[in-house]
């Protein structure tokens, strides 16, 4: 069973930074592709950052420039950093793991940029 835990959320003004962490509970090069989706109130599950098997990165337009999605292959562990944070950030971000054809989704770790 994949289990995906998310941490790093919190509380923050805007202009700052957070660094999101999702480890997985197995080797992160048995999926396919692992990203981060965020979901603010009212509002449907987004694509934020994509990192897939041979390293190749995708973004949403929203946040190019400011987020970097990264991966530490030794510690099954995918991160996004979030630099120059606006309120309109605020969500639930979720880790996301493809693995053939199965997708599997971490708890969600809050994010609120407010001054």
């Known amino acids: 069973q994949v289990q995906l835990v998310e941490s790093g959320g919190g509380l923050v003004q805007p202009g700052g930074s957070l660094r999101l962490s999702c480890a997985a509970s197995?080797?992160?090069?048995?999926?396919?592709?692992m990203g981060w989706y965020r979901q603010a109130p009212g509002k449907q599950r987004d694509l934020v950052a994509v990192?897939?098997?041979?390293?190749?990165?995708n973004y949403a337009d929203s946040v190019k420039g400011r987020f970097t999605i990264s991966r530490d292959v030794v510690k099954n562990t995918v991160y996004l950093q979030m630099n120059s944070l606006k309120p309109e950030d605020t969500a639930v971000y979720y880790c996301?793991?493809?693995?053939?054809?199965?997708?599997?989704w971490g708890q969600g770790t809050q994010v609120t940029v407010s001054s």
């Open positions: 990192i897939i098997s041979g390293g190749r990165t």
């Open positions: 996301k793991a493809d693995r053939n054809f199965k997708n599997y």
């Open positions: 197995g080797s992160i090069f048995s999926f396919n592709a």
